[in-house]
């Protein structure tokens, strides 16, 4: 099938968004591809631990891949959202048959818990993108204090555990985990990079605390000290004097503050397990304690962000649940629950589809089949004006700020690779907007 005279946005330049482009303009359809950030890979870019060069450098290849294909147009810098460069509205009046959302999922949970306003609580993601140098968060400043809390049994949890041990290299770092060791969700590989750190006393006191409750589930508690011990036998060598415990069934309740409005320690309540339709769910008891720390960091999970102006509950968009055009049954459409009305021009994919769902290689997929429903839709549009692309790029580069194409894609990574090669290092990368712009010889005043 061939779409040459259709024209689609896609909104977010990460693993769906590319792939998506690509699936699209393969088929013939002019995509445009709207990014916030100046580069794109989206958490490929900036998500991924920073000494991982070979990952990243192989998903880049693929990326320029993407970005060089004569019916994809760059543009990075440009905000898509209500009270943003354009809204979704703006997309339809200047001729796109099609929107499809690939921003991922860019807000961040919080528990509501009295005390997150204290200094020294973060969420994981913000950290994320510090070590990672995404502007602006590149350039925050975090008060991190010796002994660290984090909320969370993920891979990202690991993540961060990484970079307070080896960059920040603190005193103690404790996990916080709602349920038992059965329920843990990050893999071996994200463990073997901080297992070194463990404290083995304290995982057996652990273990043998949360035994009984593990036996009445009929769970194994040996399976995960096997686990542990299997990573360990591969693990990387602690690099500092970095403690690692988890503490197993608890559920922060509050955060606790000084007199200064710092953090002083995370109150949480203890836990049980029960099996509810064949889940595995955790249940208060009522009792509390308090774990002495000076940093939280919730590492939970992220939500859709709202003021892309789409319907949102639960922390995702709203989708379509009799979808026109499913793929594996699940619905890439867009839909108001408030009126039970369909959304016709707008899909998801990505993590805008399921936040906080899979790695890139689900991205991928998910982008994939995202394009593939707006190609089912676009069966039934008419074709786009003549010439409409020429005043598409004339109407974006209108606006009041700097918006970077491929071509100048392209120069920035020339400067990044010489500067690397420069200072003899593997990777390097402009950490704020105002030195990529300035590498590329654009000013970041209009």
Known sequence: MQNDQHLVAVVGAGPAGLFAARELAVQGVNVVLFNRDIKPGGLAEYGIYPDKHKMKEGLRTQFRQVLSLPNVHYYGNVIIGQN???????????????????????????????????????????????????????QKSFAIG?????????????????????????????????????????????????VGHLDLTTLREELDRVRPIMLELGQDPLRFREFVMAAREKGDLPTSNTRLSMRFLASPTRILGDQNGRVSGLEVEDNTLVLIDGDVKARGTGRHFVIDVDTVIFAIGDKVDSSLGLPVKGGEFCKNPSPRFPVEDQSFELYDPQTGVVIPDVFVAGWSRKASTGLVGVARKDGTNGARVVLRYLQSQPVMEAEIIPRLDKRIHSLPKPVVTWSELQQLQAAEQARAAELGVEGFKFDSNEDMLNAIGISEIY
């Open 146 to 194: 010796q002994r660290v809390a984090i909320v969370g049994a993920g891979n990202v949890s690991m993540d961060i555990t990484r970079y307070l041990a080896t960059s920040r290299m603190v005193d103690e770092v404790v996990l916080v985990i709602r349920r038992g060791p059965a329920e843990v969700k990050f893999d071996a590989k994200e463990l073997e990079h901080v």
């Open 84 to 138: 943003a460069d354009f809204s979704l509205d703006d997309l339809r009046e200047m001729g796109f048959q099609a929107i499809l959302v690939c921003a991922g999922a860019q807000g961040t949970n919080w528990l509501g818990l009295p005390g997150e306003d204290l200094t020294g609580v973060y969420h994981a993601k913000d950290l994320v993108y510090h070590y990672n140098r995404l502007p602006p968060f590149s």
